[in-house]
């Protein structure tokens, strides 16, 4: 640093480095793209050598002084955009010079949500797109079919408020097709005047839309009312140009910086797990590429007669082809007929997808192709929507459960992290949540020991009335900030039927213990909710137990069950329960839910924690839910298993070997 420099000064040099850095490593990543087109076989993704890549960022962090947690976070968003990048093919008109300004209508403002959206679109393209900011959705489809635009980007459904039917309707009767989907993360917040705070606010802009996500914290605000307007970030110039104290706007945080805005509150939407799925039109169809997954996007019309949908979804299920959306409407008018959405998840000019369409096409009274594309990236798993059939529900007979069916590998979402699917999930955190500085050092160690889910009990069932009972909700709230702190999700455990919402409304995934897993009350009701249960074998429980218990859940239409073997009550007393290893091949035999195991809770000694981890990993595990602790000496529950720093390193190592041996015996097993 020059003599003359201040700090500020050398932060600002630094940054303009950084980002120089990151515009010639996407150089690089765009040579490598048009390799692997020009080999035609290789995959954008490359999982073994994201993983190196990630290890020697760890490794490299950790030599500079800097959690490797740290380097690795920003690591993911820059593999994320090379991703999109090396992808290339967008939907965009071939005829188009590679770097041509691309014309694209959006209804909304400058850094309105669709205006994000679309800088990921367009990652591959190259170049900046001509932006239209229209004001409705019908302005912009009228843009692209007087040909003022090549594209128009629409949202199409949310995870909070469902599919955009004005957007649906429009895509009927227009001529255009989708050509590329994304999903975008949306995280709304309050912005008001500098020297505003949340007590002054009486009024609230934005897109209805908006309004209808954020309806709870909305609700909250006293004399208040909420008012809407043409997109979000209209809403924000609105505010900022007003100089009103009394006056919000929910927006991106972005816009409410590029607009001077002051943040009054962030994260307001009604869940967490908050994203749109916007898709690219045009009058000119998307590309086949086979190396990438497809989606074709239908719709069509059925008499309102027995029998009429279960042939057209029985032309797809025959040919094992995925429906990832169902949606159906009330056709206008009196004529007794529904209108369907469907998404499939493979390109229309497949032989399977032509079989189907073809068989389809005579159930229907009107049948339309809406586009066949690219799938999006990997964002968008953020739309926790289980695929159709993804589990088939089996009817248990009282005296022995039924299996649920193994036809196909469920995949269960925690949050933004997959469990089940061939992939491994390490599970990591303290038994229970003691204090703030315990919780973020572990969420700490559990992130460098390479976990994606983040672990801790805020209510705890113990066998001694006299024991730590855990911090309740206060503990949930502080397991939450940890998880947020560094980009985990979180599971934790809920006891009681009546804490069932309010622990859904924090968690990204419930956990029920041993002792709880024949509460059949407590089952039916987490049953009704969309969020994933993670489900522990009991002490004493049989696998057909274990089975029939996750019964109950599926049966109340709660298809993301994750089940866990914890180890069993035998006379053997050396280890604190009896790890069952053949449970993981046995479930996976009987049901097709993803299996974790817990071998903390079996040794109840930290030495044989991970040599048992490494077993259930050999015999087949999905993932491990592992206990650690900053200082295990000093631990309010279950101190003696807890996990060390050097003990997750060791484990780390170690998994990354039992799985390097479980793909070689597939291959050798494939060959």
């Known amino acids: 640093m020059a003599a003359t420099d201040s700090p500020r000064q050398e932060i600002d040099r630094l940054d303009r480095e950084i980002v120089a850095l990151l515009a010639r490593r996407m150089d690089a990543v765009r040579r490598v793209g048009r390799l692997k087109q020009a080999d035609g076989t290789a995959a954008v993704r490359d999982d073994a050598r994201e993983h190196e890549v990630s290890r020697a960022w ?32 967008t939907g965009l008109s071939e005829d188009a010079a590679p770097d041509a300004a691309v014309q694209v209508a959006i209804q909304g403002g400058p850094r309105s949500f669709s205006d994000l959206a679309l800088d990921q679109v367009l990652a591959g393209h190259g170049g900046e797109p001509e932006r239209l900011y229209l004001d409705s959705f019908t302005a912009a489809l009228d843009a692209v079919e007087s040909g003022r635009a090549q594209h128009a980007l629409l949202p199409i459904e949310n995870t909070i408020a469902g599919s955009l039917n004005a957007v649906y309707r429009l895509l009927g009767e227009r001529s255009v097709t989708i050509q590329a989907e994304e999903v975008l993360p949306i995280a709304h917040c309050l912005a008001g005047h500098p020297d505003a705070g949340l007590d002054d606010v009486r009024r609230v802009l934005s897109h209805p839309v908006a309004l209808q996500q954020c309806q709870r914290f909305l609700g909250q605000l006293t004399d208040c009312t909420a008012e809407s307007r043409s997109d979000t970030a209209r809403a924000a110039e609105a505010v900022s140009q007003s100089g009103r104290r009394d006056l919000a706007a929910i927006c991106s945080e972005p816009c409410a910086r590029f607009l001077g805005l002051h943040i009054l509150r962030r994260d307001i939407a009604d869940s967490r797990r908050n994203a749109t799925r916007f898709v690219l039109v045009g009058t000119a169809p998307a590309p086949a590429d086979h190396a990438r997954p497809g989606r074709t996007s239908l719709m069509l019309t059925v008499d309102n007669r027995q029998g009429s949908l279960a042939r057209c979804l029985e032309a797809f299920a025959h040919r094992r082809l995925n429906l990832s959306k169902l949606e159906s409407r009330r056709c206008p008018g009196d004529t007794g007929e529904y209108l369907f959405y469907l998404d499939v998840d ?20 009107d049948f339309r192709l809406l586009g066949t594309y690219p799938r999006g990236g990997e964002a968008a798993t953020a739309l926790p929507r289980p695929a159709v059939a993804e589990v088939r529900l089996a009817t248990v007979a009282p005296a022995k459960p039924a299996p649920v069916s193994t036809r196909e590998r469920a995949v269960v979402p925690i949050g933004p992290v997959s469990v089940g699917g061939g992939g491994f999930v390490l599970i990591a955190g303290p038994c229970a949540v003691e204090s703030r500085q315990q919780v ?3 969420a700490a160690m559990a992130r460098d020991a390479g976990a994606l889910v983040l672990r801790g009990g805020a209510f705890k069932p113990r ?10 909700f206060a503990g949930l709230d502080l397991l939450a900030r940890a998880g947020r702190a560094y980009d985990l999700p979180i599971v934790t455990e809920v006891l009681r039927t009546e804490d069932v919402e309010r622990v859904a409304a924090v968690a990204d995934c419930l956990q029920v213990g041993a002792r709880n897993m024949q509460n059949f009350a407590l089952l039916k009701k987490l049953g009704t909710l969309d969020r994933p249960v993670l489900l522990k074998r009991g002490l004493s429980a049989s696998i057909d137990d274990l089975v029939a218990a996750a019964e109950h859940i599926l049966a109340g239409g709660n298809r993301r069950v994750i089940l866990c073997e914890r180890g069993i009550r035998t006379f053997e007393t050396a280890t604190r329960s009896t790890l069952d290893v053949s449970a993981v091949p046995a479930l996976r035999e009987r049901t097709n839910l993803p299996v974790i195991v817990d071998p903390s809770h079996a040794a109840g000694r930290r030495e044989l924690v991970v040599p048992l981890a490494l077993a259930a990993v050999a015999a087949g595990a999905d993932g491990l839910m592992v206990e650690l602790h900053p200082d295990p000496a000093a631990a309010l529950c279950d101190g003696p298993q807890a996990l060390t720093v050097a003990d997750l390193a060791e484990l780390r190592v170690g998994i990354a070997a039992q799985m390097n041996a479980r793909e070689q015996a597939l291959a050798a097993r494939a060959g």
């Open 346 to 365: 493979a390109w229309a000019d497949t032989d399977a997808m032509q079989a189907a369409l073809a068989e389809v096409r005579g159930y229907t009274n």
């Open 440 to 442: 973020l050092a572990a």
């Open 58 to 89: 760890a490794a490299a962090a950790q030599e500079h002084g800097l959690p490797g947690w740290f380097a690795t976070r920003v690591l993911d968003e820059i593999l994320g955009h090379s991703r999109r990048v090396q992808e290339g093919s």
């Open 463 to 472: 066998t001694s009335p006299h024991a730590f009972q855990g911090l309740g």
